[in-house]
Nanobody
Framework: QVQLVESGGGLVQAGGSLRLSCAAS????????MGWFRQTPGKEREFVAA????????AYANSVKGRFTITRDNTKNAIYLQMNSLKFEDTAVYYC?????????????????WGQGTQVTVSS
């Protein structure tokens, strides 16, 4: 089993920045793609960003492209999401996810492990 724990969420004004972290423990392996997803009440969980096992390939939702950056540090079993120029519509619970594959892509179905989520609230 792999456990994922997110941190770094909070309340920020529009235009501000936050950095989310996700720490992995348990039967971790660097040969896993990782991702960030988000969800608001009444809506399906949506893709935000993904990174392959090496950190050399990334993907972003169009809504966050150019504002968010996903990175990973395999020496620390951690991934990060730097969020800049935050907008009100970025308000959501953000989830870290891990896939049993070098590349997981943008679908929630590809990810086997999930954290509990961290709330991000952007005030307008």
């Amino acid at each position: 089993q792999v456990q994922l724990v997110e941190s770094g969420g909070g309340l920020v004004q529009a235009g501000g920045s936050l950095r989310l972290s996700c720490a992995a423990s348990g039967r971790t392996s660097n040969n896993k793609s990782m991702g960030w997803f988000r969800q608001t009440p009444g809506k399906e969980r949506e893709f935000v960003a993904a990174i392959d096992w090496s950190g050399g390939t990334t993907a972003y939702a169009n809504s966050v492209k150019g504002r968010f950056t996903i990175t990973r540090d395999n020496t620390k079993n951690a991934i990060y999401l730097q969020m800049n120029s935050l907008k009100f519509e970025d308000t959501a619970v953000y989830y870290c996810a891990g896939a049993n594959a070098p590349w997981g892509g943008t679908s929630t179905a590809a990810y086997a492990y999930w954290g509990q989520g961290t709330q991000v609230t952007v005030s307008s």
